[in-house]
């Protein structure tokens, strides 16, 4: 059940990518309060726009920089989404293959598939470890 291992791999490892990025939200949102209760505020373009024109320009420039790479960090983290959707698909189909080849039914992987996808609408995770739980009762 290699494609299994891999969507569990995958999802663990996601885990640890939302805590990370979490926690640059984190700063970035600390770093923009700074710069509001300095009188500023943060452009679309994470630029620092500063009307009282009271916040140092070295604190603009570095927390300029700071948004910049935060905000690249955030959008290049978004193809783990698309890439952890294909993992999930690939998992539940060797299951459905395997539940095909043990039970010659294809009513079985119709069962099958129905109630991993009403569990995947709450967790995927759960939904395909009640398939590796239904194989192993096969």
């Known amino acids: 059940m290699e494609k299994v291992k891999k969507f569990k791999e995958l999802c663990s490892e996601m885990e640890q990518r939302k805590k990370n990025l979490n926690e640059e939200v984190?700063?970035?949102?600390?770093?923009?309060?700074?710069?509001?209760?300095?009188?500023?505020?943060?452009s679309f373009d994470n630029k620092i726009i500063d009307p009282s024109n009271?916040?140092?320009?070295?604190?603009?420039?570095?927390?300029?920089?700071?948004?910049s790479q935060i905000h690249e960090h955030i959008q290049s983290q978004s193809h783990w989404i698309d890439e952890i959707n294909q993992a999930y698909k690939e998992a539940q189909d060797e299951i459905s293959e395997y539940v095909?080849?043990?039970?010659?039914?294809?009513?079985?992987?119709?069962?099958i598939r129905q109630i991993m996808g009403r569990i995947a609408r709450v967790n995927r995770l759960a939904a395909i470890e009640y398939g590796e739980q239904f194989i192993s009762n096969i």
């Not at 984190?26 to 943060?42: E, M, P, S, T, V």
């Not at 320009?57 to 700071?66: G, H």
């Not at 095909?100 to 069962?111: A, I």
């Open 54 to 67: 009271s916040i140092p320009n070295e604190l603009k420039r570095k927390y300029e920089c700071l948004f």
């Open 26 to 42: 984190d700063i970035y949102i600390q770093k923009a309060n700074h710069i509001r209760d300095l009188g500023g505020f943060i």
């Open 100 to 111: 095909q080849q043990k039970t010659q039914s294809q009513d079985m992987v119709n069962h």
